[in-house]
């Protein structure tokens, strides 16, 4: 069963994620704070994660540079509230698997998980 890692700061964002991909067939683990999603990546197995980029005080970026030196395979979902030039070149350079904008839409979700966990296979 694949395992899906969310980080976010949006209980109820996160929530309905988790049950919508869990009524998939996934296993979904959720984080709360960028420390434990670092830890969670480095010493757990997860297929891809999906990542809350306007979470707390810590730059998404920055993190999630973090976690593609942890593993550089590891398909990033990265969901934001901010849709600037800026912020999508940024995405490119930390080669993210995709990019959403609030409100997010749950097929979508669904549909590029599915597009992630297929790349994530082909790459190992």
Known sequence: ?????????????????????????????ISDSIKQTLHKVAFENYQVL????????????????????IDKDLPIITITEQDSLERQREVRKEKIFY?????????????VVREALLQRIKEH
């Open 1 to 29: 069963m694949p395992r899906i890692l969310i980080c976010n700061d949006l209980p109820r964002e996160t929530k309905e994620l988790s049950r919508v991909l869990t009524a998939e067939g996934y296993q979904v683990d």
């Open 50 to 69: 999906i990542f809350g980029m306007d979470m707390g005080t810590a730059k998404g970026i920055e993190t999630i540079a973090m976690i593609n030196r």
């Open 99 to 111: 990019y959403l904008v609030r409100p997010i839409d749950k097929q979508e979700v669904v549909e």
